[in-house]
């Protein structure tokens, strides 16, 4: 479910600090840090990848070595497996023994997602998790947890990505395996944080667009009859028929959708080609415009028309 955070029943979720705010930034939830003696394993898993709509959050979860028959007992599992209910009960347990277990989050905002797959050159999502995951461990190793053991739940080939993380951190052992989160308890607590965490700014969700908030009255969202979207949105995924109702009944024609969307989805961008109002540059045929910007050559090599009409100079030149 999707729209205002009064029209949803918030949980208390601790990686989301104040659930009446908008998602605009990406950001870090660190859990207290365990007391327990290390060494210590540590998961890694995703949730919210393949979205259209919202964050991809990463999770990690860790534990001393020696907690690891007491994590067998706890119930983790991949967490696409578990029920909403359930989920949401690990991640209390996640939270139960705060001398032996710790987990942390990297929530990517939709809109640094597509910032960063739409800049040139631009930063795909592979390389945005990669940055995500080693953010999440270099912080856990500044936080005094000693790491002997990684493992890592990941898609496509695991070889070179393994030995990547090897390279960055040579004194741990890395596993990078596909269904991590089935093979290894401690990925399935670590994707329990992750999609408890998406699933909660999802069902929640604040629209940027809405918000605002006054310099001398507490943050307020304007009247709800104002609301130009969809409530019901969905999973998210672009397979999800009420995602797709959401994509098809929440386009403006003029200014497109708002940030919960990831623009750089082809999904969004065929949307927006076919039935959204065309955009003409200014530049666009004209030839003089853009002649007048070219570089001239010999003594004026380097500089435009523009430039030498101003009679505009570099200060090395003066």
């Not at 001398?216 to 130009?228: D, G, L, W």
């Not at 024609?253 to 076919?274: D, H, M, N, Q």
């Not at 910007?293 to 570099?314: H, M, Q, Y």
Request: one cysteine or more; a negative charge; hydrophobic letters at 35%.
């Amino acid at each position: 479910m999707g729209g205002t955070k009064e029209n949803t029943e918030t949980t208390g979720i601790p990686s989301i600090a104040d659930p009446s705010l908008p998602l605009i930034d990406s950001y870090t939830y660190h859990s207290p840090a365990p007391t327990a003696p290390g060494p210590y394993i540590l998961g890694v898993d995703e949730a919210g990848r393949g979205p259209v709509l919202g964050p991809l959050v990463y999770g990690v979860a860790y534990c001393p070595v020696a907690y690891k028959e007491s994590l067998e007992e706890l119930g983790f599992a991949d967490s696409k497996t578990l029920t909403a209910q359930i989920r949401s009960s690990l991640l209390e347990t996640l939270g139960s023994d705060p001398a032996n277990l710790g987990w942390s989050v990297r929530v990517l905002s939709p809109r640094a997602i597509s910032a960063g797959m739409l800049r040139r050159p631009p930063v795909n999502l592979n390389q945005q998790s990669q940055e995500a995951t080693v953010l999440l461990i270099r912080e856990v190793l500044a936080r005094g947890i000693q790491l002997s053991e990684v493992y890592v739940d990941a898609l496509g080939k695991t070889g070179p990505y393994e030995q990547y993380l090897s390279s960055l951190f040579p004194d741990i052992s890395f596993t990078v395996t596909a269904k991590a989160d089935q093979k290894f308890k401690i990925v399935g607590a670590a994707s329990v944080a992750a999609k408890v965490t998406r699933d909660a700014w999802i069902e929640g969700w604040v629209y940027e667009e809405l918000y605002n908030p006054s310099p001398s009255e507490p943050a307020t969202k304007t009247a709800p009859t104002q609301v130009r979207w969809a409530e019901e949105m969905g999973s998210g995924y672009p397979s999800d028929p009420k995602t797709q109702a959401w994509i098809k009944n929440s386009l403006d024609p003029t200014f497109g959708y708002p940030s919960l969307v990831r623009f750089s989805w082809a999904t969004i961008k065929v949307v927006l080609e076919k039935d959204a109002h065309p955009v003409e540059w200014t530049d666009d045929g004209q030839a003089s415009l853009v002649k007048a910007f070219e570089s001239a050559t010999g003594r004026d090599k380097d500089r435009c028309i523009v430039a030498k009409d101003l009679n505009l100079k570099s200060v090395g030149m003066l």
